[in-house]
């Protein structure tokens, strides 16, 4: 069983994802506050599932939004940091993102702030994690 990540299904201000509402779990782990992290302007960054095995990363921004397939070492990579440096992974996942013909550029968007090294609780926790990837 994979383990519910918080954050998949969550726009990076805290707003939840209308079409994650209906899927969350009801468990402890769904019904602590979601972390809202503070960027540089109002986009919205999420991680989907797509179907058969593929997820993908969206950005909303004014009129533009952005969708960008994840190929599974990207995805495990993402969910790898979102456990140990959380605002690193988020912008990884701007990294990620093609802004070629938009009027934008990855320099643009930022998650503000500095991840705490994560504790050896965390490490561990993601280990077992990972084995069930």
């Known amino acids: 069983m994979i383990p519910y990540l918080p954050n998949m299904c969550v726009n990076m201000d805290g707003e939840n ?31 989907l599932y797509s179907g058969h095995g593929a997820h993908e990363v969206v950005f909303s921004y004014q009129e533009i939004s952005l969708f960008q397939p994840l190929s599974d070492w990207q995805y495990r990579e993402y969910r790898k ?20 013909h938009t009027q934008y550029q990855r320099s643009d968007f930022e ?23």
Do not use: H
């Not at 994802?17 to 919205?44: I, L, W, Y």
């Not at 940091?81 to 070629?100: G, S, T, V, W």
């Not at 998650?111 to 990837?133: R, S």
């Open 17 to 47: 994802d209308e079409r994650a509402k209906g899927t969350q779990k009801t468990s402890e782990m769904s019904k602590k506050t979601q972390n809202a992290f503070e960027t540089n302007k109002p986009f919205t960054l999420r991680v």
């Open 81 to 100: 940091l979102c456990y140990l440096r959380p605002i690193a992974a988020k912008n990884y996942l701007l990294d990620l993102i093609c802004f070629e």
């Open 111 to 133: 998650f503000i702030g500095k991840d705490n090294d994560p504790t050896k609780e965390m490490i561990t926790l993601w280990q077992e994690i990972e084995k069930n990837l």
